[in-house]
């Protein structure tokens, strides 16, 4: 993360799947760094970060009252604004098995962050909402359907899911830049997919119009999913231009 972090600059960086206790989030270390940290997490499992430089502001966790949680008591959704935009970190459940209760509530979860955004934000504020969808939103966005066929992450309801996301007035802020297929963020541990290319688009950077008006440019850095014991994402970049430019 410090090499990265090093040598990408990000104003605002989402993190997911931390695995950590909010005590044992390292906040000093990206202090260090210059990153304001908020860390949202309940220990081995799940776990979701905002880092800033630009600020940290009005921090919310999950769903928040009145909205039942499919996957209640798991740290998957953290909230702030960061430079007057407001930034949503979201860790999508997985699903595990087409048909099984865990598939069931990642759909009924994606339904709850969609009334979220209803109830809490405005399609014309700045907003984005990114992270690990653990879905690909189109065919392009996997290296081979036929070796999905069948499975979680290219079902048509959980593609339906983001639909209702983008039909409120959320814009895949990559594809806004980028139309090329074969574009992924992540590969199997297994099999060599990583050195064979086999991966699956699933990391999606979520912005409002007033955003997406500024996307300047986008790119999957495959080069930090390389080196000594990678995760199996790579960071998905999007470069905002300043309003006026």
């Not at 993190?15 to 309940?42: I, N, S």
Request: glycine share 10%.
């Amino acid at each position: 993360m410090e090499e990265w972090i090093g040598y990408a600059r990000p104003d605002v960086l989402c993190l997911q799947e931390t695995k950590l206790a909010d005590d044992a989030f390292p906040a000093m270390t990206f202090a260090a760094l210059g990153y304001d940290g908020v860390h949202h997490g309940q220990g081995r499992w799940n776990g979701v970060a905002i880092l800033s430089r630009v600020g940290i502001d009005d921090v919310t966790t999950g769903f928040g009252d009145g909205f039942e949680d499919p996957y209640d008591g798991e740290a998957r959704l953290v909230g702030a604004t960061c430079g007057g935009t407001r930034i949503a970190s979201v860790y999508v459940p997985n699903g595990r098995e087409v048909g099984s209760e865990f598939y069931d509530r990642k759909l009924a979860w994606l339904d709850r962050l969609r009334e979220w955004l209803g109830a809490h934000h405005s399609p014309t504020e700045p907003l984005a909402v990114l992270g690990d969808f653990n879905v690909a939103p189109e065919d392009r966005d996997v290296w081979s359907v036929k070796a999905f066929e069948g499975a979680t992450h290219v079902t048509p309801a959980e593609r339906d899911a983001l639909a209702r996301l983008r039909d409120w007035g959320l814009v895949d802020a990559f594809r806004a830049v980028r139309s090329e297929e074969k574009l992924f963020s992540y590969w199997d541990y297994r099999r060599g997919d990583f050195h064979q290319h086999r991966g699956m688009r699933i990391d999606l950077v979520y912005v409002t119009r007033p955003l997406a008006a500024g996307v300047a440019f986008a790119v999957v850095d495959r080069n930090a999913r390389k080196g000594t014991a990678p995760s199996d994402h790579a960071p998905v970049i999007v470069d905002l231009a300043p309003a006026g430019d």
